[in-house]
């Protein structure tokens, strides 16, 4: 059995959980440097500014909160840590690179970037490689962020065509979804990390895959619905003034 990852420590206890705060000084710092970075490039755009700084908060949450601890327990935590990168630290970040001074370009290579990213970590072999070492488990995340800023930059820009927008933002979860259907029905557990961590908290490991997976094919739609709506209202507006 893999163990788990020295960062944010052991897999914590029910009971000790609300205790498991994240105080990396490197990790804060680091926060702290992108929040100013953003702060600056985004003076004179207060939109821009309020979402990158919420995405800062969210960043925040997902690996200062004891959820980072919990991620060392439970894969369902993991799925949401994951979430929380993806759909919605990412596309708050990406309002910060909305400048129109060339066209939004094709989604295309950003999606399949995305996708990629996220089933490659999701591909047992390299989730334990990500268990097991530092520098293994910040590639993980920075790989899952930057594709991600990459993706909703490309859909969101106000400058994207819309019917290509909203088709790119259809597919991307199309995949979300098949890979949650997987983790839901498969007839086995996936994570041997996980295998002795998942009991103080009442799941097998089995239980624990499939609620990571509910969690993927369920509630991570809703982000993309949101997107899908915002894309569709912006084009409306557009053909509506040109009327």
Known sequence: MMPPSSY???????????????????????????????????????????????????????????????????????TVHHILLILTAAPLLAAAFRAEKHPAGSPLPALLAA???????????AYASALSSDSVYWAMQASLLGSAIWFWHRVLRPSAEPVTALLTILAAMAQMGLLGAILTFA????????FGTTAPFGFSPQEDQQLAGLIM??????PYFLAGALVARRAWRRDLSLA
């Not at 919420?54 to 690996?63: E, I, K, M, Q, R």
């Not at 996708?115 to 072999?125: D, N, S």
């Not at 094919?217 to 809703?222: E, F, G, K």
């Open 187 to 194: 007839p086995a557990p996936f994570y041997a990390a996980h």
């Open 115 to 125: 996708a990629a990213i996220l089933w490659f970590w999701h591909w047992p072999p």
């Open 8 to 78: 944010c420590g052991t897999p914590p206890l029910p009971g000790d959980l609300w205790l498991r705060w994240n105080l990396d000084p490197v990790l804060l710092l680091g926060i702290a440097a992108a929040g100013i970075v953003l702060w600056r490039m985004t003076a004179g755009a207060p939109p821009a500014r309020r979402s990158a700084m919420l995405g800062v908060g969210v960043l925040l949450a997902a690996f200062v909160s004891p959820l980072c601890a919990l991620t060392n327990a439970l894969f369902a935590a993991r």
């Open 217 to 222: 094919w369920v509630p991570a739609m809703l």
